[in-house]
């Protein structure tokens, strides 16, 4: 019979022996989870925090393999090529529609300051070039307020000028 003493004793704390399997343990050798004496406030809280969490990994996995794993279309965006078009249709001579290019750039690209300034005034130029002094106007105010210290900010007073003497002479 063991002493209590004993390092091979499963009774001593200081024992590297479990105890063996048990009514107690379930014959798992881990403890019962207890059932008895729990409210049931308690268990649907449990149980619907475990249902919570399992739902949440699951979509976690979910939005894991569709970021890694499925490739969708990439977005397209017309940038660079509406600056482009606006530039060939400048040179082309066709104004308007060269500022319409430049106007949807503007409204669907996100631009810094300086060159939604540059953008701004470059469709300034071509509503002076069309004689449209009040557009001009505004989008020369577009290039100011944007970009306040740029050289082209600079010229557009004189721009202005030339504009509005073309107007007085035209009839």
Known sequence: MPMPNDKNNPENP???????ATSETGGTGFPKIPSAGVSPKLK???????????????????????KAFVKGPKDITWGPQLLTIAKELEGQGL?????EHYQKYLDTQKTDMETRSKISFDIASLYVKLG???????WFLHAKTAQPTATWVQDSESHLQQCRSRAKTSP
């Open 14 to 20: 200081g024992s590297p022996k479990l105890k063996p």
């Open 44 to 66: 649907v809280f449990v149980i619907g925090l475990t249902f919570l969490t399992i739902m949440a990994f699951g979509i976690f996995v979910a939005m894991f393999v569709k």
């Open 95 to 99: 104004h308007p529609q060269a500022i």
């Open 132 to 138: 449209q002094c009040d557009d001009a106007v505004a």
